[in-house]
């Protein structure tokens, strides 16, 4: 995964987010994150780019990227309200990061100590889960605590119960279908050829099953959200 911001006209409604592609030859995930960045009206837009790789080595995120280890696969990424390539070249710092996870751990506590978010479980970052996961943990592990303050040995363990496993089940779906699952259905489905309408090809009850599936996996769901106070 690549990653820059440049700075850029406002693409479509100046609001819109734009996820096309698939992994196998390119995806690029697209949105503005800040208003009047040069004082001529642009905005600042953020970019990924992903694509499936041979195992790269090491994990860096750190690590400068190459604009030609990707730039090829959008080259003909052209339309009337966006020019791909020109918007990816526009990026002055270019950074690469490794799409990695783990397997899930048998736990996360020992003691007074635990863990939450990434370094409990680490998974591939999709549907912004590397965040959504760790407020969920915080707001377990602060639920736990609440309710046994003279205990924290057995709160910490009360929040590891509620916690590891649902995480284990979000890493192990981030794998096999992901939220941007219909993106690969679509590519799949279309033979990434160029189409007019999508009903074509995947159904809306199709998309209202794939999203609320990984609502469900993930915790995202209005009422599992609302279940606790």
Wanted: charged share 25%; net charge negative; hydrophobic share 45%.
């Amino acid at each position: 995964m690549w990653r820059g911001v440049s700075v850029w006209p406002p693409i479509l409604t100046g609001a819109s987010m734009i996820r096309a592609g698939w992994l196998a030859t390119g995806k690029l995930v697209i949105y503005p994150i800040r208003n009047h960045a040069d004082g001529r009206g642009g905005q600042l837009v953020n970019w990924v780019a992903e694509l499936e790789t041979p195992q790269r080595a090491g994990r860096d995120w750190t690590q400068r990227g190459d604009i030609e280890d990707f730039l090829p696969r959008f080259a003909d990424w052209r339309f009337d309200w966006l020019d791909v390539p020109a918007l990816l070249q526009a990026s002055t710092v270019l950074l690469e990061y490794p799409m990695v996870d783990a397997e899930p751990l048998p736990r996360w506590s020992h003691g007074r100590v635990t863990l939450l978010g990434d370094a409990a479980h680490p998974m591939v970052p999709r549907g912004s889960n590397g965040a959504g996961q760790a407020i969920l943990d915080a707001r377990a592990a602060a639920d736990a605590l609440a309710a046994d303050p003279g205990d924290p040995v057995a709160a910490l363990a009360a929040y590891e119960d509620r916690r590891r496993e649902a995480t284990a089940a979000v890493v192990l779906a981030n794998r096999r279908s992901p939220p941007d699952a219909i993106l690969r259905e679509v590519f799949e489905r279309t033979g990434d050829r160029p189409f007019e309408r999508l009903e074509d090809y995947v159904t809306v009850a199709e998309l209202a099953r794939i999203t609320e599936e990984y609502k469900r996996v993930a915790g995202f769901t209005v009422r599992e959200l609302q279940k606790d106070p």
